[in-house]
Each structure stands twice: as structure tokens, then as C-alpha cells.
């Protein structure tokens, strides 16, 4: 028992296992040794690697590619400016109230609604290329890239800025 | 002390009166910018009075027609034609006649009636529209129109005009330019008329222009044995 005792460095595990005498207290003194070093050890590792996550997640953030803790996508938001709604409710809404507002302009000739795919563009195409789509961080094909959803709308509605469709020649 | 907290409670009051004042007229523009429009009503039918008499031999209509809702022009049969000239010939007398032919804008409409999926709707001012979110593109409503009027787009389509979407896949016709109308100007064909042949406006108003010109001058329907009770008449046919 003694021998074992000795030899346990760093493998507690082991003498816990095995059975011995429980009044043999210089076997118990240095088990609780082992156990607060082997404790101390993890305890260091998690922290490195915490810290070495943390410096990854800030590279990632300054290149541009992810922005926010959840990887969100970073998005080109044009003009930007006061939106009709507060953002976060327009993330999870957008589509319920410009279907809404599609369907009374569409059946019954209301026009001038603030929810209308025409006014998203006009203040959220990109300042460079007048555009919602088209590139990674557009602002409509941005997220619904990262979200894996097809956006139907502009393959009939107009993705561009009026001041971009005006300086085109008409056919 | 208390003369300190008056002059801050004083500071507080104009800052908030002067922010009230620079935002105010932001946030009623805002509103008014953002003023919806009414939902359009069947107390109004709109309806044209076509006058072939004066029909001369141009297409300036035509041509209206294509730069307002961002047609190609083109004449293949797979290119959307949303109005079009056509020339007719009396064999037996010799007399020959031009008048644009479009959309009549039906009360009764067949297009409607065939629908199989409530695409193809009339307005309750009586515009017949396609909806092209619902329409699947079976082509009925094509079949269906005595007058031709309506194309399906078989080619994706690239920079439509914000006001008139437009897309593969889907049936479209004249829409009595509806953004144009909802924005109270007149359809672009009309407007651009050189000879005024083309007279839009109200049918259920007895003192509009084209209530008073069809209650003195004779007109007719194109197909009336149809009994579709069309909103386009035609003079001189």
C-alpha cells in the first residue's frame, strides 16, 4: 500500500481506486495534494484557452467578415438612417408587413404605405452600387445568405435605386 | 441653492421646447410622406373613349406604353405586347381603319372567370390586374380573352422600373397604367396621343368628359355580342 502510495504523482486515480487504509494519513495528505494541482492545471487551461478564443473572435471581427458575438453578417446599409420600425422588430417582421401592405397596394390601390419594398430600397441599397443584392454584405442578400432563405422578390421588383434606373437609357 | 435648481429646472424646459420645435416638422413630414391612400372604390369605373377617326398612322401610344411600364418593343411572339396597333381593311368597300387594341377592361371579364388560382382580378374600379404573386402561369386567362390582350413572360427579365414589377414566368396586360391612375395623372397612352384619341376617365361620373361624349356621340364595343360590358369603346368602327 505504501509503494503505491508513492508512486501515485499525478495519477490519483489510481490510489482512489485501489483499496487502503483509510487511517493512513500521509496516503490522504498527498491525494489532496494531487487533487489541487491537477484541479489548478485544468482551471489554467480552460482560461488560456478562453483567452485565446476571445483573440481569434476579435481578428475575425477587425477583418470584417463576422460582427457581434453570434457571427452575425455585417451588411452594407446604404443611406441607412430612421427606420419605419425599430430594426430588431423589422429582423423578425419585415416579411409579414411588406406582404401585408403588397396585397392592399396589389387588390385595393393603397399606395404610399411606409412598409413598401420600394422605400427599403430607397434608403438601404448600398451607396456604391445602388443595389440590396448582388454582394455578400447587400443588404437584403446578406442575411438572407447567412439565414440559407431564397429571396424571390427581385427577380420582378426593381433591386436598384431610383436615381440609378433614371440616369439609364430608356429602350 | 433653490436659485440654482430653478435656473436648471428653467435650462431643462427651453432645451426640451427647442427639440420640440426641431423635430416636429421632420415627424410631419415623415407622416405625410408615409399618408396612405384610400382604398379605391366601385364608385368609380374608369373606362377609355377610343376615336379611330383620328387615329392617324402613328404609334406614339405604343411606344408610350413601352417606356412607362419598361416593355422591350419587340414584335416576336414571345415578347409582352401590352397594346397594339392594328390596322383593319374592309375588302369589299376598300375603307381601311387604325385603332390601338388592348385590354378592355371587362365588367364581366373571362380572364377572371378562368382563373384557377384568383390571380387575374378586377379592381373595384374596375381595372382588370394580374396578381403575379399568385398567378402560376398556366395561361388560361390567355386563352380565355377574346382580344388577345394578354403575354406571358417567357425570359427572365433584368432592371424593371420600380413601379411596374415585372417577372419571368408570370401572365401581365395592360394595367390602364394603375400607378399612373393611383397617382391621378392618366395612362400613358392617352397622355401621349398627339391627336387627344384617347379620352380616359370616369364612367360612373354622368358629368365627366367621357360620360358626356358617349351619352352624344355613338360608340361601340369591341365583340358586344359578348355581353362583357367592356370599359373600352371605340368611334368609327
Known amino acids: 500500500m505504501n509503494l503505491l502510495c508513492d508512486q501515485s504523482d499525478g495519477a490519483a486515480s489510481y490510489s482512489t481506486r485501489l483499496p487502503h487504509n483509510g487511517n493512513h494519513a500521509s496516503c490522504r ?14 482551471i489554467a487551461m480552460v482560461l488560456v484557452a478562453m483567452l485565446c478564443m476571445s483573440s481569434i473572435a476579435s481578428a475575425a471581427e477587425s477583418n470584417g467578415s463576422v460582427a457581434g458575438s453570434y457571427g452575425m453578417p455585417k451588411l452594407d446599409i446604404g443611406k441607412g438612417g430612421h427606420c419605419v420600425a425599430p430594426p430588431e422588430w423589422m429582423r423578425i417582421n419585415h416579411m409579414k408587413v411588406l406582404f401585408k401592405q403588397r396585397d392592399e397596394t396589389v387588390h385595393q390601390g393603397i399606395r404610399g404605405g411606409k412598409y413598401s419594398l420600394k422605400n427599403c430600397v430607397e434608403c438601404h441599397a448600398s451607396l456604391s452600387d445602388n443595389s440590396v443584392i448582388g454582394r455578400p454584405d447587400s443588404f437584403c442578400e446578406g442575411c438572407h445568405r447567412y439565414e440559407a432563405v431564397e429571396i424571390d422578390c427581385f427577380e420582378c421588383h426593381s433591386s436598384k435605386r431610383s436615381v440609378a434606373l433614371v440616369q439609364e437609357v430608356p429602350k | 441653492m433653490s436659485g440654482t435648481s430653478e435656473q436648471r429646472r428653467q435650462f431643462l424646459k427651453t432645451s426640451v421646447g427647442a427639440a420640440a420645435v426641431a423635430i416636429a ?10 399618408g396612405e391612400t384610400e382604398a379605391v372604390s366601385s364608385k368609380v369605373r374608369w373606362g377609355m373613349l377610343i376615336n379611330t377617326a383620328n387615329c392617324a398612322d402613328c404609334d406614339k401610344c405604343v411606344k408610350a406604353c413601352n417606356k412607362e411600364n419598361g416593355l422591350s418593343g419587340g414584335l416576336s411572339p414571345t415578347d409582352s405586347q ?6 383593319l381593311k374592309d375588302l369589299r368597300t376598300g375603307r381601311s381603319l387604325a385603332l390601338p387594341m388592348m385590354c378592355q377592361h371587362c365588367a364581366e371579364p373571362p380572364c377572371v372567370d378562368v382563373c384557377p388560382t384568383g390571380a387575374s382580378f378586377k379592381r373595384a374600379d374596375g381595372i382588370v390586374l394580374v396578381d403575379k404573386h399568385i398567378c402560376i402561369g398556366c395561361r388560361y386567362c390567355m386563352m380565355a380573352c377574346p382580344y388577345k390582350a394578354r403575354s406571358f413572360v417567357h425570359e427572365p427579365l433584368h432592371d424593371q422600373k420600380p413601379d411596374v414589377p415585372r417577372g419571368k414566368g408570370v401572365v401581365e396586360s395592360c394595367t390602364m397604367c394603375v400607378q399612373r391612375v393611383d397617382a391621378g395623372k ?34 361601340t364595343q369591341v365583340r358586344a355580342d359578348l355581353g362583357l360590358d367592356t370599359g373600352l369603346r371605340y368611334q368609327g368602327i
Do not use: Q
Open chain 2, 186 to 219: 392618366i395612362p400613358a397612352c392617352a397622355e401621349a396621343c398627339p391627336n387627344k384619341s384617347i379620352l380616359f376617365g370616369n364612367l360612373n361620373d354622368p358629368n365627366s368628359e367621357i360620360s358626356n361624349k358617349m351619352r352624344t356621340e355613338a360608340s
Open chain 2, 82 to 87: 401590352w397594346i397594339r396597333k392594328v390596322e
Open chain 1, 29 to 42: 495528505r498527498a491525494l489532496h495534494l494531487d487533487l489541487l494541482v491537477t484541479v489548478a492545471v485544468r
Open chain 2, 25 to 34: 416638422p421632420g415627424m410631419l413630414m415623415f407622416d405625410m410622406a408615409h
